[in-house]
């Protein structure tokens, strides 16, 4: 029998050479990745994909694996994530749990009943590697299987699920920020109601999703991975599915959409499923879900009501930090994550009260977490615009100009650079060149408008309004115009309807343009 080994060589390659020698010593023939050395291919990703196409795959569970064969976040090691991708698509082309020519080999060390669905669905083996105890048994299952790829009946599966499995064998094949995945993406949501595989494949699509931060498309999966949970009877393992589907779907969204009440009760509720399951990395992404959301409401909150919201949000990075290094280890991507977290609410906290000690703690953490990410990666971008933002606090406006600048020129995620275009505007227009930062602003108010991101759209367009109204409608607006406008409406997206309205309304009259009734038109658009 022609068996491959697959593992994460960071922390499965001394139970990965056991399970080897074991095979090799009975007979069998094993290929694993510590052949590269004598066989030296020419492509080591056709390599894999060959292995793992004709091959029965033993999988060497470990912690930087699961990693792998759940998040598109995993950048660790890019190797052991795309051969868990190609894991994961033979698992999709095969049905039930026995017969399919992928076996979950499970040290001692990690609980069986915690794997993922996707795993759960298989017959697990235990094997130690200290004892080799369970090595008979991992021989007898290998012994029943048939030569080849499948060495199994394959059992009739429905044309849709079939369909389904090879869009999201497709999309994973791809890079999040391609053209071909953002279409199989939206091909999956569109056909994908009532559909457990989409669901079971959430965090393949919703990473598409944002890598092109397409809030509509986000807001719709979620709709429908849910709307399919509710409706079907989840596998043993598939509990903690919703938890997932409501902190990076839901909550995500709604974060963008300025639904913070709502958000903040769907980080919650995520936290408190991902908890009951015992899925502890959901729940710490759900705790970091919940302290954003905070952070925001804060930033929009009333004097009296901003202290609240910030101790919320300290409290939950103190836990989620706390659960990330007890799960991912102290020098993490994820901590790396909450610590720019909590750089910003340090941020808003010198902006509400002018200590210079916040400003100085809030470049500590920056500082801290630039250590932690991986440059290139979405969080480091937006790290990288928070530090332009701090340049500004500190009134490094040059330095802080470059930090963006490299951004716009060089991310792939589009709302990252919308909002670098918008923190740019902020800088240039700190040293008075104003005719630029309204450009920035008009190229970022279009591409949020684009992604579905109406209200940061609307607080761009405001910020033009409020310096050079002729470049949006054919009026200038006043300062007295402005200071009532946002007195009345304290959406930017009801001053710029009731502006809008406005110009409509004055092109139908005749003579004279008359004074704008502001009161009227916010609560003409507030009602509409």
């Known amino acids: 029998m022609a068996i491959f080994v697959s593992y994460s060589s960071s922390d499965g390659g001394p139970a990965a050479s056991v399970v080897v020698e074991a095979l090799r010593a009975r007979g069998f023939d094993v290929l694993w990745d510590g052949d590269l050395t004598i066989i030296h291919p020419l492509s080591i990703p056709a390599w894999m994909e060959t292995a793992v196409r004709d091959r029965t795959v033993l999988v060497i569970v470990s912690d930087d694996y699961l990693k792998a064969l759940l998040s598109n976040d995993f950048v660790e090691r890019r190797g052991v994530r795309y051969e868990a991708g190609l894991v994961r698509h033979k698992i999709y082309h095969h049905g039930g749990a026995h017969g399919c020519a992928v076996l979950p080999v499970v040290p001692p060390e990690i609980d069986a009943n915690a794997l993922p669905s996707v795993l759960q669905q298989l017959v697990i083996h235990r094997f130690d590697p200290s004892t080799r105890n369970g090595e008979e048994d991992l021989v007898r299952s290998l012994g029943a299987l048939e030569v080849g790829n499948g060495g ?39 056909h994908g109601e009532g559909d457990l595989e989409l669901a079971r494949a959430f965090d393949s699509v919703v990473g598409v999703a944002k890598a092109h931060g397409d809030v509509r498309l986000v807001s719709r999966l979620s709709e429908v991975c849910l709307k399919t949970l509710s409706s079907t009877l989840p596998l043993k393992g598939e509990g903690a599915l919703k938890a997932k589907i409501l902190i990076s779907g839901q909550a995500w969204h709604l974060l963008r959409e300025h639904r913070f009440s709502q958000a903040a009760s769907v980080a919650e509720e995520g936290t408190q499923i991902a908890k009951k399951y015992r899925d502890l990395y959901t729940a710490a992404r759900g705790q970091r879900a919940h302290a954003r959301v905070f952070l ?89 615009v928070l530090q332009a933002r701090l340049s500004l606090a500190a009134r490094r406006y040059n330095e802080g100009k470059e930090l963006v600048t490299e951004v716009i020129a060089t991310a792939d995620f589009p709302e990252v650079v919308a909002r670098s275009r918008q923190v740019r505007a902020d800088l240039l227009l700190a040293t008075r060149d104003k005719a630029e930062a309204l450009q920035d602003l008009l190229d970022a108010e279009k591409q949020f408008r684009e992604l579905g991101c109406d209200y940061a759209a609307a607080t761009c367009w405001w910020t033009v309004a409020k310096t050079d109204s002729t470049k949006l409608v054919s009026f200038r607006l006043s300062t007295a115009d402005v200071l009532r406008l946002e007195d009345l409406a304290p959406d930017p997206r009801d001053r710029r309807l009731a502006v809008l309205e406005h110009e409509h309304r004055s092109a139908k009259r005749l003579g004279r343009r008359s004074a704008p009734d502001w009161a009227c038109l916010v609560d003409r658009v507030q009602h509409e």
């Open 152 to 190: 199994g009946a394959m059992y009739s599966e429905s044309e849709g699920i079939h369909q389904t499995r090879m869009m999201l064998a497709g999309l994973e094949a791809c890079p999040p920020s391609s053209a071909q995945a953002y279409r199989l993406a939206h091909d999956l949501v569109r």
């Open 296 to 384: 925001h409401m804060a930033a929009e909150a009333l004097p009296y009501d901003r202290e609240f919201y910030l101790r919320n949000c300290e409290h939950l990075v103190i836990l989620a930090t706390t659960l990330f290094r007890s799960i991912c280890g102290p020098t993490s991507e994820e901590v790396g994550v909450c610590a720019s977290l909590d750089a910003e609410k340090r941020l808003l906290r010198y902006e509400m009260t002018r200590e210079r000690s916040e400003l100085t703690a809030a470049w500590d953490r920056a500082q801290l977490a630039e250590g932690l990410l991986t440059p290139g990666t979405e969080p480091y971008q937006w790290l990288t």
